[in-house]
């Protein structure tokens, strides 16, 4: 996420309703009129740290990556994901944005079809479930 960023501080950052995905390479037709985010930096979450994810999620939405190629993150539907087989190897990007005493309330970008309505609780403990903890970091606007 920390790369997202760096190239949002320098690049103007339109809807996909502005900005369609077109699936081609070509260069960029942003307009700065239309931006609707704009960073100038962004902050790191220490690693490892539930206390300090809590804190910065109370505050913000946070930006965490997490291993996501998995079976038990992939076919996920309700309750809390509580998984070893869920791994720590970092391959997707989703979004913090809040907390209950037991989980992580955590919104994917696969749509509302997958997990719950596009959501998905991950277990809120030191045993850093699908690698939650290891590179959370937001935006700071």
């Known amino acids: 996420m920390d790369y997202a960023f760096k190239y949002a501080e320098k690049s103007a950052m ?71 087989l869920c791994g720590k190897k970092l391959d997707h990007g989703v979004t913090v944005v809040g907390y209950t005493s037991e989980a992580w309330i955590v919104k994917n970008s696969w749509g509302k079809t997958w997990g719950d309505k596009g959501y998905v609780m991950i277990a809120k403990n030191n045993e850093d479930v699908c690698g939650i903890l290891l590179q959370p970091s937001y935006p700071t606007l």
């Not at 220490?46 to 300090?52: E, H, T």
């Not at 946070?62 to 809390?80: M, N």
């Open 14 to 84: 339109e809807t996909e309703g502005d900005y369609p995905y077109k699936g081609r390479n070509e260069a960029c037709k942003a307009e700065v009129s239309k931006c609707v985010f704009n960073t100038k930096s962004y902050a790191d979450v220490r690693k490892d740290s539930v206390n300090q994810l809590a804190a910065a999620s109370m505050e913000r939405v946070v930006s965490v990556a997490i291993e996501a190629d998995k079976r038990v993150f992939q076919h996920y539907s309700s309750g809390v994901l509580d998984s070893r």
